[in-house]
């Protein structure tokens, strides 16, 4: 009814005969990624690592890019050994959308390529790296300049390089908020990266 505060609304779905089906009620409050809509800050480290030469270079490189240009964000940092980057997706033309905020296809752009590229640098030629699958909960609107970081810690790449045999694969999963200045998370994405040790 008008003016009901149930947050439920409908689908209408097809049967297999084809014809429309009842309408099945849904939760908007629902999130069918499984993610928090409702996490703690996650503010951006102010000391990360240093940079190399090298990496500065491949940062040039990763932000001229045409696929990643075309994103809106930028690259902003890559430490020396790949085990840390932050991208940063500013709020401007490029980026904004039809209702005034952050286009949601350049925040997941944004975060897309980077745990990937990570791993190749890291782990080398001996491993084929692919993105398996994603998701992304937009939680906040974005109009402001956003960031989002990425860690890879020794520990897991060693662990990955002693337990896998040539032939064998593992399948990893890496949460990355995307936040404002402050910290306050904006979106998740959730990226699942299929690793294998060729023969």
Not at 6 to 17: A, E, M
Request: a negative charge; hydrophobic letters at 30%; proline letters at 8%.
């Amino acid at each position: 009814m008008p003016g009901d505060s149930d947050n439920t609304s409908s689908v209408g779905s097809r049967s297999d005969t084809g014809l429309p089906a009842e309408p099945r009620a849904y939760d908007v409050r629902d999130t069918p990624t499984g993610l928090d809509r409702d996490p703690d800050p996650s503010p951006i480290d102010p000391d990360p690592p240093a940079e190399s030469r090298r990496t500065k270079l491949w940062r040039y490189g990763f932000n001229l890019l045409p696929a990643y240009r075309g994103t809106g964000a930028r690259v902003e940092h890559i430490a020396d050994g790949w085990r840390y980057v932050r991208v940063r997706i500013p709020f401007n033309w490029r980026t904004r959308n039809g209702v005034g905020t952050i286009f949601g296809g350049s925040l997941y752009g944004a975060v897309d390529p980077v745990y990937m590229t990570m791993f190749q640098r890291i782990l080398g030629d001996e491993f084929t790296i692919w993105d398996k699958s994603a998701a992304i909960e937009f939680i906040e609107p974005g109009r402001e300049t956003l960031y989002a970081e990425f860690e890879l810690d020794e520990a897991e790449t060693t662990g990955i390089e002693d337990s896998l045999d040539p032939g064998e694969s593992t399948d990893r999963d890496y949460l990355v908020p995307i936040v404002d200045d402050g910290g306050t998370v904006h979106a998740l994405c959730r990226k699942t990266l299929y690793v294998r040790r060729d023969e």
